[in-house]
């Protein structure tokens, strides 16, 4: 068993993620990356999202606050709110993020390896307004 503490106050760790996000988005880790399992909170600004990826053993998504959208290749895009949890199977290509004018958190459990794609293209985001 293995117990990581809570952060105090202001204290919580966070980087800015670039390299396969679009837009401002801090990720703040939960649990590193064990056995193929990693668990990460991820703060979204206004219009920001992740690239187009998949998982090799699915993720996990639960909705924290704000408001958000979430897009599995070949549909269009899903609403989310605090307290929508989401399964993106294993393999399936998707994208989330934040609203055009909103911000989200989730909480991210993705298990096995991250497949990071294309970046969402603006008129792909765009269909979701």
């Known amino acids: 068993m293995e117990i990581t503490k809570g952060q105090q106050g202001n204290a919580v760790p966070s980087e ?27 703060f979204f600004g206004p219009g920001s999202r992740t690239y187009w990826h998949s998982h090799e053993r699915g993720q996990l998504l639960q ?44 909480l991210a459990v993705s298990l096995g390896t991250t497949t990071w794609l294309d970046p969402v293209s603006d008129a792909d985001y765009g269909t979701a307004s």
Do not use: K
């Open 63 to 106: 909705v924290i606050s704000g408001l958000g959208l979430i897009c599995a290749e070949g549909d269009l895009p899903w609403s989310l709110e605090a307290g929508d949890v989401v399964w993106a199977a294993p393999g399936e290509r998707h994208w989330h993020g934040a609203g055009p004018e909103t911000l989200m958190l989730h």
């Open 16 to 42: 800015q993620r670039t390299a396969t996000f679009t837009g401002l988005v801090y990720v703040d880790p939960v649990l590193a990356s064990a056995d193929g399992v990693a668990v990460n909170r991820v």
